[in-house]
């Protein structure tokens, strides 16, 4: 069942509370009360927020560049978060009708094959548990990049870039799950990285995957062109998400694709040149992943197996 209210309640609190003193709250770190008394402290003393919870061994270092991490995720994602709210607050309504053309099968290579069911259920990604919605319309440059797509497709923009793409996947026709999308990750990890503010000249641009073979991308538009290989060779939406991660060791907000095989979820990732199983990485904590049909919003480690894919 999907529960766009407690999503929304969920996102809303997090926006709210992006100060550091307020996520340590938010996580039960921190009272109510203590927050009041070391920003007296602060106030009185002019120390810095951090060096008096490690002063007082409220936290340790390991658990303050933890809660940093988290309130970089908060401020990298305000924008974008600040308009899921928006949206779902004010057009707050079923969007089955308005769901997103399958512009990639629409180009398949092969035709959907029976190897390739719908999975029964979804390992919890790097421990994270999840709610699911299947309300994606707040999602605007995800929406923004299959228009774009189909209109690329529609007036043969980057026709030769896609023909050689095309030619490249032929010979994955058929292969199992887990071979197919390693070739499919070192296949599209062969193009340029870029960053979206080099070429497009703004600071998060969703680039179709014609644009991408055409002038390279950033991780989000590695990881868009991955999940268009593997649909054009006939792997279920079901088996398929963008995943958005804190990268914990760079301290950056990252994109990966996220696979569902049937021996497990392994990513495929523009920073490794081999795909891995998730439950092998260490570095990441999910923070929302999407596909065409259903979004999901991740939250603190558990070991649950959680949300049916069917």
Same mark, same amino acid.
Request: glycine share 4%; net charge positive; no cysteine.
């Given at each position: 069942m999907y529960k766009n209210k407690g999503i929304l309640r969920l996102i809303k609190k997090h926006i709210n509370h992006n100060r550091l003193g307020d996520i340590l709250v938010l996580k039960g770190v921190l009272s109510t009360q203590q927050?009041?008394? /070391?920003?007296? *402290? $602060?106030?009185? !003393?002019? =120390?810095?927020?951090?060096?008096?919870?490690?002063?007082?061994?409220? /936290?340790?270092? *390991? $658990?303050?560049? !933890?809660? =940093?991490?988290?309130q970089s995720i908060m401020?990298?994602?305000?924008?974008?978060?600040?308009?899921?709210?928006?949206?779902?607050?004010?057009?707050?309504?079923?969007?089955?009708?308005?769901?997103?053309?399958?512009?990639?099968?629409?180009?398949?290579?092969?035709?959907?094959?029976?190897?390739?069911?719908s999975?029964?259920?979804?390992?919890?990604?790097?421990?994270?548990?999840?709610?699911?919605s299947s309300d994606i319309s707040a999602f605007t440059k995800w929406h923004d990049m299959f228009t774009k797509f189909e209109r690329d497709i529609?007036?043969?923009?980057?026709?030769?870039?896609?023909?050689?793409?095309?030619?490249?996947?032929?010979?994955?026709?058929?292969?199992?799950?887990?071979?197919m999308a390693t070739k499919v990750n070192k296949l599209i990890n062969k193009n340029r990285y870029i960053t979206d503010k080099k070429n497009w000249g703004k600071s998060d641009y969703w680039a179709t995957p014609t644009e991408f073979l055409t002038r390279g991308g950033d991780c989000e538009d590695f990881a868009i062109a991955k999940y268009v290989s593997l649909r054009a060779l006939g792997v279920p939406e079901s088996r398929l998400r963008i995943a958005i991660v804190q990268d914990t060791v760079k301290n950056?907000?990252?994109?990966?694709?996220?696979?569902?095989?049937?021996?497990?979820?392994?990513?495929l990732d523009n920073q490794s040149k081999i795909m891995?199983?998730?439950?092998?990485?260490?570095?990441?904590?999910?923070?929302?992943?999407?596909?065409?049909?259903?979004?999901?919003?991740?939250?603190?480690?558990?070991?649950?197996?959680?949300?049916?894919?069917?």
């Open positions: 927050l009041k008394n /070391i920003l007296k *402290r $602060q106030k009185e !003393t002019s =120390l810095r927020f951090g060096q008096i919870l490690i002063e007082d061994n409220i /936290i340790s270092r *390991r $658990q303050l560049a !933890t809660a =940093l991490a988290i401020r990298s994602f305000a924008m974008t978060a600040t308009l899921v709210v928006t949206l779902l607050t004010f057009t707050i309504k079923p969007s089955h009708a308005e769901a997103i053309k399958d512009i990639p099968i629409n180009i398949s290579l092969v035709s959907a094959s029976n190897d390739f069911k999975v029964s259920y979804y390992p919890a990604l790097f421990g994270s548990s999840e709610q699911a529609a007036y043969g923009t980057g026709s030769e870039s896609l023909s050689h793409w095309k030619e490249n996947l032929e010979g994955l026709k058929g292969l199992p799950l887990k071979v950056i907000p990252h994109a990966i694709l996220v696979v569902y095989t049937n021996s497990g979820a392994v990513i891995k199983y998730a439950n092998a990485i260490k570095r990441y904590k999910p923070i929302f992943s999407i596909n065409r049909t259903a979004w999901w919003l991740h939250k603190s480690p558990t070991n649950t197996v959680v949300a049916s894919a069917q």
